[in-house]
């Protein structure tokens, strides 16, 4: 299983950091689980967003994931518009 740390940020007209979300994406046999990072006084606590077995791609169709690397790039690609 491979992790990646990927942080979606939200800014307002002028620029300013509106708001900032960590989430972790994991890759494990074919799959992409993506958990949200909440800090609750001082506790880490992971919750469940989403458990993607394919990328979708822009055509409507679907693609399994070469690798983790292709998930955590859709991921990336994708994160404003999903997450």
């Known amino acids: 299983m491979s992790m990646r740390q990927i942080t979606k940020t939200i800014n307002d007209e002028q620029g300013q950091l509106v708001s900032e979300t960590i989430y972790r994406a994991y890759f494990n046999e074919g ?29 409507g169709t679907r693609q399994q994931f070469v690798d983790d690397e292709d998930a955590f790039d859709w991921l990336d690609s994708v994160k404003n518009a999903i997450l």
Do not use: F, Y
């Open 31 to 59: 799959s992409l689980t993506v958990k949200r990072i909440d800090n609750i006084d001082g506790v880490e606590e992971e919750h469940a967003v989403m458990d993607q077995p394919w990328k979708c791609l822009s055509d």
